[in-house]
């Protein structure tokens, strides 16, 4: 069975960093791409960030470009989501995802396996 666990959520002041991480066990964690996606109260699950199985590949949404950063640790089978200069507009419910697929994708159907999410809140 796959599992996904995120950690690294947590209140933080606007202008301020937080580091996700994803933990995966239950598959090959080295032939699947990842992404990060967010959902905010009121609001539908939006993609945010997607690395392709072996961390050569990356994409961002516009709303995170120049400020979130993904990467991953195929030996410690851990995706990580490094945020700086969060906005309050980031406030969110995070959540790891993990795809069959090679190459990574931006809509959260064409994932397989969700982490529980990890709460992120930004104080303006």
């Known amino acids: 069975q796959v599992q996904l666990v995120e950690s690294g959520g947590g209140l933080v002041q606007a202008g301020g960093s937080l580091r996700l991480s994803c933990a995966v066990s239950?598959?090959?964690?080295?032939?699947?791409?990842m992404g990060w996606f967010r959902q905010a109260p009121g609001k539908e699950r939006e993609f945010v960030a997607a690395?392709?199985?072996?961390?050569?590949?990356?994409d961002y949404a516009d709303s995170v470009k120049g400020r979130f950063t993904i990467s991953r640790d195929n030996a410690k089978n851990t995706v990580y989501l490094q945020m700086n200069s969060l906005k309050p507009e980031d406030t969110a419910v995070y959540y790891c995802?993990?795809?069959?697929?090679?190459?990574?994708?931006?809509?959260?159907?064409?994932?397989?396996?969700w982490g529980q999410g990890t709460q992120v809140t930004v104080s303006s």
């Open positions: 690395i392709g199985w072996s961390g050569g590949g990356t």
């Open positions: 995802a993990a795809t069959r697929s090679f190459i990574y994708r931006r809509n959260p159907r064409e994932y397989d396996y």
């Open positions: 239950g598959r090959t964690f080295g032939s699947s791409a």
